[in-house]
């Protein structure tokens, strides 16, 4: 279909989101749609799948992180990407904010509350106000494109 192949050849950002599910375990999932609502009040949204693993947690929970990632995390997207059971093994984590988790080494992230959910058929744009983050090493950009994790100047 020329819609699905024409968003594989637009690049975008990688980003992961992650919360805890109604039982308090840790859920995430990588996101290519995270973009700036505002910058006053700070605020972001992404676009998630109603099917997705994490959705429960995300369509129930009040506060989410939102990670950017860079080049040095492309084994982190890769595991977020991946077995939703197999997210979270790993020393690559650490609880954070509201017990949330929070991803080691990647270029940003944020906490923040979730202040709308808005279903489409059948996904959901998330809007996000954020609260706290911090900024760590700069790093090159992550880039996802024709469904693969790639690095600047990577070929197709």
């Not at 980003?15 to 700036?36: H, N």
């Not at 799948?49 to 995390?73: C, D, K, P, Q």
């Not at 270029?107 to 900024?135: D, F, S, Y």
């Amino acid at each position: 279909m020329a819609f699905k192949q024409a968003f594989r050849r637009h690049a975008a950002g990688v980003a992961v989101v992650t919360a805890l599910s109604p039982e308090g375990d840790p859920v995430g999932f990588t996101a290519t749609s995270l973009s700036s609502l505002s910058a006053v009040p700070p605020m972001a949204t992404f676009n998630m799948a109603r099917s997705a693993s994490a959705w429960r947690a995300i369509s129930e929970t009040e506060f989410v992180a939102i990670h950017m990632l860079g080049s040095r995390n492309r084994p982190v997207a890769e595991i977020m990407s991946g077995d939703h059971s197999l997210r979270f093994a790993g020393d690559h984590w650490h609880r954070g904010p509201h017990g949330l988790p929070v991803l080691n080494d990647v270029t940003a992230w944020m906490v923040g509350r979730i202040i709308g959910r808005l279903p489409l058929h059948n996904n959901a744009v998330v809007a996000v106000q954020i609260e706290q983050g911090g900024l760590g090493d700069d790093d090159e950009a992550l880039l996802y494109h024709e469904r693969s994790y790639r690095l600047l100047g990577d070929h197709a």
